[in-house]
């Protein structure tokens, strides 16, 4: 059964820092998605990794993928505000058909 | 841009209703999906369908069934509705080994 973990499950940073949100999964997958989801909003799709080694780039945030390690990265670079909001990774299973989440990292970004 | 649409975005009900919630999809899109989101619990997988007529069952289908007649349309249905399924309702579609577009989401509230 594949399981995805996120941590940390709160991050609380100042303006200005970097930091990195790790995802975990269980077992074989080379196909792994990043959300965004705003407090009373749905989710939005931020980043594809779909092979070991992909590494995208959107702004101030970095996402990475090492399929052997079973790991993916999201890198925050100088957090602003408007970063506030609760990251999701998705892994997506062996049949190809679903997607297994992980239980979000909510981040606070103070000023 | 992909659309994702949702029949209600609040929903007010009484236990022991049979409650409709639809989601229409624009792109086409073999795979929907039906999640509940709850604080704490993350995104959960009700049902999915990657065929007009096929479903199959999420980790949690317990009190609710799915209707696909059509591709571009995917219901849920509440057969009685009860208090503990109060919750965030999100609908989502994708092609295969693609990331899911959502929808903006039904809050469901069951009194």
């Known amino acids: 059964e594949l399981k995805v973990e996120q941590n940390p499950l709160f991050l609380s940073m100042q303006e200005g820092k970097n930091y990195t949100i790790y995802c975990n999964y269980s077992?074989?997958?080379?196909?792994l998605y990043w959300y965004r989801q705003d407090p009373g909003k749905s989710l939005e799709s931020l980043f594809v990794l779909l092979s070991n080694g992909a590494v995208k780039q959107e702004g101030r945030l970095m996402a990475s993928l090492d399929t052997k390690a079973r790991l993916s990265t999201l890198h925050i670079t100088a957090a602003v505000h408007d970063l506030s909001a609760t990251y999701f990774c998705a892994v997506e299973d062996s049949y190809g058909q679903n997607f297994v989440f992980g239980p979000g990292t909510r981040l606070s970004v103070l000023p | 841009d992909v659309k994702v649409t949702q029949s209600s975005r609040y929903l007010v009900k009484r236990t022991g209703e049979k409650v409709f919630l639809e989601c229409v999809q624009d792109?086409?899109?073999?795979?929907m999906f039906w999640y509940r989101q709850d604080p704490g619990l993350g995104l959960r997988l009700i049902y999915f369908s990657y065929d007009v007529k096929m479903k199959e069952k999420g980790d949690i289908p317990e009190g609710y069934s799915v209707s696909r007649e059509k591709k571009e349309r995917f219901s849920l249905i509440l057969e009685s509705a009860s208090t503990n399924q109060t919750s965030m309702y999100l609908c989502?579609?994708?092609?295969?080994?693609?990331?899911?577009?959502f929808g903006p989401g039904t809050r469901l509230t069951v009194t």
């Open positions: 077992t074989t997958s080379d196909r």
């Open positions: 989502a579609s994708n092609t295969f080994s693609y990331e899911q577009y």
């Open positions: 792109m086409d899109h073999e795979n």
